[in-house]
């Protein structure tokens, strides 16, 4: 079966630098991957999605890229702050609308 | 209007009771879900409808029946629940078309404790 896995629980960094989050799957090639952010005792908030025949997305200063030959999604914040603290989830889909989650990353910036 | 909502915030319920959750959404889309997301783990997809017909239904246990009225509502009814199904009860809604790739809006949740 398919699985999807974010190499670190957690990640601590300075303000200012980049983040860069890690998302694995094995076996078949999702049709997308997306990227969400939660806050403790909140749901989701849907950040970026990146489709199989696309390489790299960019939203202000975010970007997702999306290897289908290493099977690996990178999440990047660029000039990180503390508001960006948070559990970042990656997320393969199917075209049937189905979503399955990794485990999520604690993403914590230090001021 | 971009929200998802969900009502109750909090249900505290023992094993013998009935009780329901509502999500509501006003945003067109057609493709509602309820998730299960237990303390420190990621959410786990429980149903799919789209367009108010039961597309996906992951295994999950009678004692939860989903129902969606309508487009816009989409309940989950419980039953003889277990403690171990105390969790956070998230619904979402998509707009299944090529063009927007599933991307999924979120409520808030229900904070389920059974006793």
């Known amino acids: 079966s398919q699985k999807i896995e974010q190499n670190s629980e957690a990640l601590n960094i300075q303000e200012g630098k980049t983040a860069t989050l890690t998302c694995n799957y094995t076996n078949y090639s999702p049709a997308y991957l997306q990227w969400y952010r939660q806050d403790p005792g909140r749901g989701p908030v849907f950040l970026l999605l990146i489709r199989e025949n696309e390489k790299e997305k960019r939203k202000e200063r975010l970007k997702v890229t999306f290897d289908t030959t290493l099977k690996q999604s990178l999440f990047h914040i660029t000039a990180s702050q503390p508001a960006d603290s948070a559990t970042y989830l990656c997320a393969y889909g199917t075209n049937a609308g189905k979503s399955t989650f990794g485990d999520g990353t604690t993403l914590t910036v230090k001021p | 209007d971009t929200e998802v909502t969900q009502t109750p915030k909090h249900l505290v319920m023992g094993m013998t009771n009935k009780k329901s959750l509502k999500c509501e959404q006003h945003m067109g889309h057609r493709a509602m879900y309820w998730y299960k997301q237990k303390a420190k783990k990621p959410p786990e997809l429980m149903f799919v409808?789209?367009?108010?017909?039961?597309?996906i239904n992951e295994s999950v246990p009678s004692r939860f029946s989903p129902e969606c009225p309508n487009s816009s509502l989409l309940n989950l009814h419980l039953h003889a629940l277990q403690p171990e199904d105390s969790a956070l009860y998230l619904c979402?809604?998509?707009?299944?078309?090529?063009?927007?790739?599933?991307?999924?809006?979120f409520g808030p949740g229900t904070r389920l404790t059974v006793t």
């Open positions: 979402a809604s998509s707009q299944p078309s090529r063009d927007r790739d599933h991307e999924q809006y």
């Open positions: 409808y789209s367009y108010e017909k039961l597309s």
